[in-house]
């Protein structure tokens, strides 16, 4: 006997996906590298004000430069990590519209189709010492996150948690239960929602820092709270 001897129509959705996409070689790594130095060495110019004194508590051990783009980088570097950030959030917006299917289509309005027309960034600098890293934290209130690696082989992953996991209410077989782990190389972009927690793990290399530019993009008419 058949169990479906009704004429069923199934409708399936994705509710509770959380996108991570990681961009491999989103720049030449001899640029990346230029850049994280270039980083570097604005980090140790005693006329730069710096964010190191802030959230020292899940901060210990890193240096914070804002505003990213500022009179120490050069118009190439300017230039450059703009379009990169844009180009980036354009391919992660892209593969979300590629998710998205089913009932849950009249949620990708004509105007989240039309948001990144209207998408502005905010973005800081991070270097990292041998050791150091970050605690669980989110970027809330924002439309999506990133980070773009200058030096990253060897220093260390990053790790996003799901709702779901950090609040123990799902089976540990369920197949979105647990850590998502990444662990970019120089010259690599991640991009997410900026609600998802992450933590950022202690850098294990003995001498080499971590340079990274994390930033968050939000809609110009839509102020964060």
Known sequence: MKVNKFPWTKVQTINEASPILHIKNAMPKAH????????????????????????????TGCWRGKPHLSDHMTHEHKYFLSELMMACSLEYKEAITKLVDGELKHRVSEEW?????????????????????????????????????????GTGGINFQPQNYLMGASHHLWPWH???????????????????????????????QRVNMAFNARIMDMEPL
């Open 178 to 208: 647990g850590v998502s782990r990444y662990e970019p190389d120089d010259g690599d972009v991640i991009i997410f929602p900026s609600y998802l927690v992450h933590d950022v793990e202690s850098n294990p290399h003995k001498t080499r």
């Open 32 to 59: 990346a590298l230029e850049i994280g130095q270039a980083i570097i060495d604005i980090s140790k110019d005693p006329t730069y004000k710096d964010m190191s004194n802030l959230n020292t508590d899940s901060n």
């Open 113 to 153: 189709q039309q948001a990144t027309n209207r998408m502005v960034f905010d973005a800081w600098s991070n270097v990292n010492d041998p050791g150091s890293g970050n605690i669980a934290h989110s970027h809330s209130h924002n439309f999506l996150s990133g980070v773009v690696y200058f030096h990253a082989t």
